[in-house]
């Protein structure tokens, strides 16, 4: 009987356990994990008292009780013999395995900075961060410096505006959200926070924390603010430091092939402790998002478990909410070659499509959480670039309507390909990572029948010739006027 051993209870560790079990009931399964299983994306909403912290549990007693699976809840990895196939754990305990999964995850990058480690400074990271933070806030209203602006940043700013906190980010590069938004998509974000009262500082950083009850934050261009509390987001590094020694492969992190298995037979990595395929191409990549963490888990438990299952790649994959203003960004958003702009300040409203010949390999898209046609065209530029159709036959249209991908995405069929091409090569089964179990998960076949519906439209006489004057687009190839 074979023994799994899968270190991390997140959501690539979770979704390995589960798939394991669906293919091998007799084996014999162990988790470690030094926090209980619970939704780390979803401490925002815990953070903005949108949601009690019992409903961020992901894998209670019981659920853990029927799936068979041992704990060592608490616990920590220390080292990794691969050759004696052992893991031990910090207190002393020696476990052995078959199959091991190293799902670790990240932690917070903890700047030079003079009085980062002060009273009232904190990351926030952990279920226990965001408890300090809410602790902290001692004021009706409190103050917050919030040092760093990319994307963790700006999911915690978006959770303390709901709050009604006075805030100010500070960041080192001359953007807001560097990776993920091009300069004018970011230019759109910061003027929406400033209108918002939020103040943004950019190309500067924190010379020096100061004071106890009352902070002092000194920057690099000699301003000082003042703020109740501090809170750290300049980063995350890969969890791969109790590696050393150990045989497996680490660069940035832990390099590992289509089957998302280590330079070392047996021993796989996931989530975002994994170096692997990219789904447009190049050298292996590490996409710390919880979409690519449940798939790497899926991949990995179904080939721990003695299937054969290839990964196709991760897609860079930016969603995000800032004080009510979406802003998207996948794949090579940030090429500048042969593209499709539209902009409009005063709403604001940015959309950036990005080409490789005749298929779409990236995209932005900035505009009011309102806009719920925005909020669809999403997720068909996300089909539209995860299925890398070719769109031959509608480039030009969306030179010309780069706003319409919703008639675009269901005449091309992206959506036919994608439920194709399910992550472990059969019908999905989504754990849903819904809140304490209280919804029922949503398959990717039942949320692509609500998106465009289970008749496919007729787009025959979908007109396909330039309108003229309404977009400042690049000019169509010589030949689109034969599509």
Request: glycine share 10%; aromatic share 6%; proline share 6%.
């Amino acid at each position: 009987m074979s023994h799994h051993v899968i270190i991390g209870g997140g959501p690539a560790g979770i979704n390995a356990i589960e798939t394991i079990r669906q293919i091998d009931t007799g084996a014999t399964v162990t988790l470690i994990s030094d926090e209980r299983a619970y939704a780390r994306m979803a401490l925002p909403y815990f953070l903005a008292k949108e949601i009690p912290a019992a409903h961020l549990d992901t894998g209670s007693d019981e659920y853990f009780d029927r799936l068979q699976v041992t704990r060592r809840i608490g616990r920590r990895a220390e080292r990794i013999d691969s050759s004696a196939r052992t893991v031990e754990l910090d207190d002393g305990e020696v476990i052995t395995f078959d199959t091991l999964l190293i799902a670790t995850g990240s932690a917070p990058i903890q700047p030079a900075i003079p009085g980062a480690d002060g009273r009232h400074v904190h990351n926030l990271w952990t279920l226990a961060d965001a408890i300090k933070v809410m602790e902290s806030a001692e004021a009706k209203r409190p103050s917050v410096v919030l040092v760093g602006a990319g994307f963790i940043g700006l999911i915690i700013l978006n959770a303390l505006h709901k709050l009604g906190w006075k805030l100010a980010v500070v960041e080192l590069e001359g953007q807001i959200l560097p990776r993920m938004l091009d300069r004018r998509g970011a230019e759109a974000a910061e003027a929406w926070l400033r209108a918002r009262g939020i103040d943004v500082y950019t190309g500067c950083s924190v010379r020096a924390i100061k004071g106890a009850r009352k902070k002092t934050v000194a920057l690099s261009d000699g301003q000082v603010l003042t703020a109740n509390l501090v809170v750290l987001s300049t980063g995350i590094r890969p969890n791969v430091g109790f590696l050393d020694g150990s045989g497996i492969h680490v660069e940035k992190g832990i390099v590992v092939d289509v089957h998302m298995q280590t330079k070392v037979p047996g021993i796989y990595a996931a989530g975002d402790v994994a170096q692997g395929p990219n789904l447009l191409g190049g050298p292996p990549v590490i996409h710390a998002i919880q979409t690519t963490a449940v798939d790497h888990g899926r991949i990995a438990g179904a080939n721990m478990a003695g299937q054969t299952r290839t990964y196709p790649g991760s897609l860079v994959m930016n969603i995000l909410d800032v004080a009510n203003l979406h802003c998207t960004s996948f794949g090579r958003w940030q090429d500048t070659g042969d593209t499709t702009v539209v902009w409009n300040a005063a709403r604001p409203v940015y959309r950036k499509l990005v080409w490789d010949g005749t298929r779409l390999v990236g995209g932005i898209i900035v505009g009011p959480i309102e806009d719920t046609t925005m909020l669809t065209d999403v997720g068909m530029l996300k089909g539209l670039i995860q299925s890398q159709v070719d769109l031959a036959e509608w480039k030009h249209y969306l030179h010309e309507r780069p706003w319409d991908l919703r008639r675009v995405y269901v005449a091309s069929r992206a959506a036919s390909k994608l439920l194709a091409q399910t992550t472990i090569g059969t019908s999905s089964k989504s754990r849903g990572y819904h809140f304490n179990h209280l919804s029922p998960p949503t398959t990717p076949s039942e949320h692509h029948a609500t998106l465009v519906g289970t008749q496919p439209a007729n787009f025959d006489n979908l007109p396909r010739t330039p309108t003229p004057g309404i977009y400042k687009t690049p000019p169509p190839a010589k030949d689109a006027a034969k599509h």
